[in-house]
């Protein structure tokens, strides 16, 4: 493909279509179609005839998330549960799927209590620690399914250390980048195979919208998600994929000031008496810190932390203002959930405890307000949770 130009933040306006053939719209059109007239028997008139198996607008989504994840291909699908699920549909009875300790609660409810049901099995690892990786390869495994930065300690994992293990022992490695974008990490360049999105996040960056993203780096992994797509029906509806593609054009832009907002925060929030535990690959001191800076651009901005036994993080939340309590994350604006009853409350009690998912647990997702205003609102809701 010839380009004009050869860095992210122009492929993030530029990539996947150019221009309309009919018309010159700089915008891809809404195909808001179910079906497409055809010529005569198998005679398609742009190869596209259900738009379940395919549809322009959808289409030009796929190929800019391809390109910018510099896979093969792409696929857009309702959810990020629904993109999810269509990789765990490569899997049979009986494979085993190793997962991160922390990995978003969503993903581990639907290996824990619907791909049950077909007897596909999955272990949680220590993603952090090759050794106890290694130890977990046994002949059952055929995919290793990880988050880096994770949800909600925002631990670390070494991508490519990860995917150099999957292609010793042949099994694939599925990295959910919904933290970081492809702004930020490119996990296919670090040898991952499959790169999943929840584009409810960043990518479509302004909470007004659900879809997931599927990338794959090989053609027979691509027929196999298209078969998938298809056979199973949960894709993004073109209006949808068209708000997605407008979002993704501004991601440079909010991820620079999300990181620059988050960064500040984090100091402010390392340095204050009450806070007693701070999570953030951004920080220095972070677990994770340097593999953080090796494999993506920055810490990202996402935020967790643990007020000291003399606050009630109960009235914290209750107090935040311009902070909004709220689920989900990578939206311009700031909001704050509470992962053990939120984005985690299906981990049983015994796994939360296990992995430090703590009932003080604060997690911020930093928009990108005015800083000082996201300082304050974080301040007067401290001091009003002060026993
Ligand atoms: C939100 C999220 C998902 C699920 O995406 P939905 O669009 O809510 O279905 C998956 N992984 C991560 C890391 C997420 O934050």
Redesign the pocket.
């Known amino acids: 493909m010839t380009q004009n130009y050869q860095n992210m933040a122009s492929a993030l306006i530029h990539g996947g279509f150019s221009n309309d053939p009919w018309t010159g719209s700089v915008n891809v059109p809404i195909y808001q179609t179910s079906t497409y007239a055809q010529r005569g028997l198998g005679e398609l008139v742009g190869g596209y005839e259900y738009s379940r198996t395919g549809n322009p607008t959808r289409a030009a989504l796929e190929s800019l998330m391809a390109e910018l994840e510099e896979g093969v291909a792409a696929f857009a699908f309702?959810?990020?549960?629904?993109?999810?699920t269509a990789v765990l549909s490569l899997f049979h009875a009986k494979d085993r799927i190793l997962i991160s300790q922390n990995?978003?609660g969503?993903?581990y409810r639907v290996l824990a209590n619907v791909f049950d049901h077909i007897d596909v099995q999955f272990s949680i690892v220590d993603t952090t620690d090759s050794r106890a990786l290694e130890n977990a390869m046994t002949a059952d495994v055929k995919a290793i399914l990880i988050?880096s930065p994770?949800?909600p300690l925002l631990t670390v994992t070494d991508i490519a250390a990860v995917a150099s293990v999957a292609k010793k022992y042949g099994v694939i490695t599925i990295v959910?980048n919904?933290?970081m974008t492809p702004y930020l990490q490119q996990p296919i360049r670090l040898g991952a195979d499959i790169v999943?999105?929840?584009?409810?996040?960043y990518l479509g960056g302004h909470s007004d919208l659900?879809?997931?993203i599927v990338v794959v780096n090989s053609h027979a992994l691509a027929e196999k998600i298209a078969f998938i797509q298809n056979a199973t029906g949960g894709v993004l509806q073109p209006f949808d994929a068209f708000l997605l593609i407008r979002g993704i054009k501004t991601l440079g832009v909010r991820m620079d000031r999300h990181v620059e907002n988050a960064e500040a925060i984090a100091r402010y929030l390392q340095r204050h008496p009450a806070v007693k535990k701070i999570y953030y690959p951004g920080l220095e001191e972070a677990q994770g810190h340097h593999i953080q800076l090796k494999q993506a651009r920055n810490g990202g901005a996402m935020i967790s932390f643990e007020l000291t036994e003399h606050y009630d993080y109960r009235k914290f939340f209750s107090a935040v203002r311009l902070v909004t309590l709220a689920?989900?994350?990578?939206g311009v604006e700031s909001l704050v959930c509470h992962p053990s009853t939120m984005?985690h409350a299906a981990f049983p009690k015994e796994l939360r405890d296990k992995i430090g998912i703590t009932d003080g647990l604060i997690r911020l997702s930093v928009g990108i307000e005015d800083k000082q205003d996201i300082v304050d609102d974080l301040e007067q809701a401290i001091s009003f949770a002060e026993f």
Do not use: Q, R
């Not at 309702?78 to 999810?84: E, F, L, Q, Y």
């Not at 999943?196 to 996040?201: M, N, Q, V």
């Not at 689920?327 to 990578?330: C, D, K």
């Open positions: 309702a959810t990020g549960m629904a993109a999810t990995v978003y969503g993903t988050e994770a949800n959910d919904t933290f999943l999105h929840s584009g409810t996040k659900l879809a997931g689920e989900s994350l990578g984005t």
